[in-house]
């Protein structure tokens, strides 16, 4: 029988219990989170940057090797971030070296938000590890685990941010 511990949400169990099937998926994936959570925290650590930062450097390098150009607005919309935001954001990010400004090429008006060839190699190390780990884990799963495990989270998602989802 397995009886749950706690406030009856699901959320809690003994230690020594071993929770249902979908209780034990529930369980997997917060587990999973609190790992990359931890992860992340680690990662912002060792590269003194923040989350934002890493992400917007992220988006910038994904972006330089699609050969798109970015600039400050498409930052703020990716991000979900105000201008003003975005501003010191690159500002930080120019100022520790990570980008850079340069011209527009073809809007003699506008600047694009360019990576800095040493934040490449800075971002490889510190995420790279973690990726390629990743990456080996997900390539073990067959074709058809892989379409379940999709189909899983993307569903995950919607029901998280979805219309009834908890604010």
Known sequence: MNTRSGSGSGNSY?????????AAVLKALRDYREAEVATRRST????????????ALRYLLRAQAAGEQ???????????????????LI?????SG????DPHPTDRRSLVVVPTVAVDSEVRTALGAQNSKMLAVAEELSAD????????????????SGPGAAQ
């Open 98 to 101: 990570h980008v850079r400004r």
């Open 145 to 160: 685990e892989a379409r379940i495990v999709i189909s899983f989270l993307r569903r995950m998602g919607e029901a998280v």
């Open 44 to 55: 912002r650590d060792s590269t003194g940057m923040g989350e934002t930062d890493l992400i």
């Open 91 to 95: 500002d930080r990010l120019v100022g």
């Open 70 to 88: 970015v600039g400050p607005k498409d930052l703020s919309r990716v991000l979900q971030i105000t201008t003003a935001s975005t501003t010191t």
């Open 14 to 22: 003994a230690p020594d219990e071993q929770p249902d099937g979908p």
